[in-house]
């Protein structure tokens, strides 16, 4: 089948490499000429295991392509996946220039039937006003193209993207037409063929669906969050606390860990953007506004353990493990990683950075400046520094060389914002061990 998609990011080249490797002919177009440049010369542009030799084996074979020729795209696909980003606007609302200028060029160039599936998440009521533009488009022309519009929203975990794309829990489809449901049941059996992942509805609750999904992950992560403010105030261990509830069928484990904050492209703007949608409906969304609240706090967690252990700052250097906002990603949009460099430097301290994958994207943040030093490897990074902190839960951090690590540092402190070490056995090693919600570190000098 023949496929359009517009966005080469994260779900745009992932869905478009996917969707190739089945047998499909697919076109991934995009407005920003050098990622098209870069795409054509072979690169990829972001850091997602397993992606890199999905795309060039499709390429090879002729079954994907990359333009900026939007007429071109237009053109070629009977289902137009569109897989733009949708950032906060200013007032936290969803901002959808991206997706209805993609509908504006569907309407200026489709020259027969096509499937319009949205897979950008976008608030509820976006489908109409994607029809609109695309049918503003036709009648400016003169035709009387029949057209269908679908939210199909996209729930890949950068990180783990493709096998979700390969292996979907779930495929949300919201359609009024049930030819519709078939072609789009057709796209997706390669993905699907074990059993039927289909959930087919309405539109407005598939759009709904996406927001509800992400609304949850992230009030598990806050709620978790605010336990461990609790725990560790009152002498608690909120690792000991997660096994307690995690065990419960009702609860179950995944998503309940304590750490620096929710960060990404998607939790944080998606959380808004669904509190303004109730805002604008005359709802206040008091959940999703404690959730916000939590997180926002959480993000400072480690810069206010870091600060009470020193006093002042001025003069410090402190060794950051993980840049990327999760592990296996280099993405560092709203990073937990950027609001501790950030406060580090606002308080005078330096700091040395390593991150398996995310350096470039913090050389690009960032630039060069005198207070960062971004280093090549984990153990390098703390020689010389007065503590550790740890931002990423990277695999390659789980079991360091702690004997290495007390030897280089300047002060043997570790601040870890994901819980990964046991705080007994930290002591035991002779660290000042601060981790999220487990209690009250002892303190260790450098003898
Ligand atoms: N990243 C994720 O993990 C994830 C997961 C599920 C859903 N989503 C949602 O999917 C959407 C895309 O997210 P992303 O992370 O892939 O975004 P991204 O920022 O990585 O990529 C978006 C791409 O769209 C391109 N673009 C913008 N306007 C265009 C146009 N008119 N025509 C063609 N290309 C255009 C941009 O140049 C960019 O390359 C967002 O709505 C996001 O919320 C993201």
């Avoid at 608030?123 to 193209?145: E, F, K």
């Avoid at 406060?343 to 400046?369: K, Q, S």
């Avoid at 971004?374 to 695999?395: F, H, M, N, Q, Y």
């Amino acid at each position: 089948m023949k496929v359009t998609i517009y966005g080469s990011g994260y779900v745009g080249l992932v869905s478009g490499a996917c969707l190739a490797e089945a047998g499909n002919h697919v076109i991934c177009v995009d407005i920003d000429a050098a990622r098209v440049e870069r795409l054509n010369r072979g690169e990829v542009p972001i850091h997602e295991p397993g992606l890199e030799a999905l795309m060039h084996r499709n390429r090879d074979a002729g079954r994907l392509e990359f333009t900026n020729d939007t007429a071109r795209a237009v053109e070629h696909g009977l289902f137009q996946l569109v897989c733009v980003g949708t950032p906060p606007d200013e007032d936290g609302s969803a901002d959808l220039s991206h997706v209805l200028k993609v509908a504006q060029a569907i309407g200026a160039h489709l020259p027969r039937y096509a499937i319009v599936v949205t897979k950008s998440t976008v608030p509820v009521g976006t489908a109409d006003q994607v029809r609109l533009q695309v049918q503003a488009g036709l009648s400016a022309r003169g035709l009387a193209i029949e057209f269908d519009v679908v939210s199909n929203p996209e729930f890949l975990k950068e990180g783990a993207a493709i096998d979700d794309f390969m292996r979907p829990d779930r495929i949300v489809i919201g359609t009024d037409n049930p030819r519709t449901t078939e072609l789009i049941r057709a796209l997706y059996e390669p993905f699907t063929r074990n059993h039927d992942r289909l959930v087919v509805m309405d539109i407005r609750s598939a759009e709904l669906t996406k927001y509800a999904a992400n609304a949850m992950l992230a009030t598990k992560i806050s709620f978790m969050n605010e336990l461990a403010a609790v725990a560790e105030r009152v002498g608690a261990d909120i690792e000991k606390v997660r096994i307690g509830i995690g065990s419960d069928p009702r609860i179950g484990y995944s998503f309940i860990y304590p750490g620096t904050g929710y960060g990404g492209s998607c939790f944080p703007k998606d959380v808004q953007a669904l509190k303004r949608s109730a805002d604008e409906v005359g709802y206040e969304a008091s959940v999703l506004t404690a959730v916000e609240r939590v997180n926002n706090r959480q993000k400072h967690v480690l810069f206010d353990k870091i600060k009470r252990h020193f006093g002042d700052l001025r003069g410090k250097t402190i060794a950051l493990w993980g840049l990327a906002f999760k592990p296996n990603t280099d993405d560092m949009r709203e990073a937990a990683s950027r609001v501790l460099m950030e406060a580090l430097w606002a308080a005078g301290a330096r700091v040395r950075a390593y991150d398996p994958v995310a350096m470039p994207e913090c050389a690009r943040i960032y630039g060069t400046r005198p207070d960062l030093v971004l280093c090549k490897t984990s153990p390098e990074v703390v020689e010389g520094a007065d503590a550790l902190a740890i931002v990423t839960e990277w695999r390659e951090f789980r079991s360091p060389d702690f004997d290495a690590i007390k030897a280089a540092l300047r002060t043997p402190a570790i601040f870890d914002g994901r819980n990964l070490y046991d705080p007994a056995q930290m002591a035991r090693a002779g660290f000042s061990y601060y981790a999220i919600g487990r209690g009250k570190p002892s303190i260790v000098s450098k003898s």
